[in-house]
């Protein structure tokens, strides 16, 4: 296991771990787990440039480090909502996100998510629900998002994996029974299955 990128100093957060595990088979499978980090705003000083980083550093460690042959996961809370359609917080808030540079769907983040899939990554959950548009991952205590019907938040947290996991994935889905249970995170747990 090996923690945080390879470019790291002493005072960083470590916000990824990297597990390689050889199956009995003898194929070896990475998994590079993530905290993104949210960001906050567009506008912040620190924040923002912080995520910005964080992207191009796990560009850059794919790149000099591993190929799109490999059987790769990346996963975690990525803190961007990829499509529209992960989008679930209601057409005025989207807007509004939009305008007063709040993160998660925000042009500029979302070309950080595609030239991960640029590289080789594909987002396991869409190779099954290609077009689902009502299950999310992560809900706003506040607005109690969760408790709606139909819910409302932002689908932000994601296994992407090379072709040759996205080829034996057999399903994928957002675990709500566990986001309703008494004093939950403020995400619910997302998992993909692979026969292999």
Not at 74 to 100: A, C, H, Q, Y
């Amino acid at each position: 296991m090996t923690k945080g990128f390879p470019s790291d100093d002493e005072t960083a957060q470590k916000r990824l771990i990297i597990g390689e595990f050889v199956s009995d088979k003898g194929q070896t499978y990475t998994v590079i787990n993530g905290y993104f980090p949210q960001g906050e705003s567009i506008h912040h000083e620190i924040k923002f440039p912080a995520k910005r980083k964080f992207y191009a550093d796990l560009q850059n460690l794919l790149e000099t480090h591993y190929s799109a042959d490999q059987a790769i996961v990346v996963m975690g809370d990525f803190n961007i909502s990829p499509e529209d359609i992960d989008i679930g917080i209601g057409e005025p808030n989207r807007v509004r996100w939009l305008k007063t540079g709040k993160t998660s769907f925000q042009p500029e983040e979302r070309e950080w998510f595609e030239r991960l899939k640029g590289w080789g990554l594909k987002d396991s959950y869409r190779a099954i629900h290609p077009t689902k548009n009502d299950k999310f991952s992560w809900f706003d205590y506040r607005s109690k998002g969760f408790e709606d019907e139909p819910k409302r938040g932002l689908r932000i947290d994601t296994l992407l994996a090379t072709q040759s996991l996205i080829d034996v994935c057999t399903d994928s889905d957002i675990e709500y029974n566990i986001r309703g249970m008494d004093k939950p995170s403020d995400h619910a747990p997302v998992w993909s299955s692979f026969d292999f």
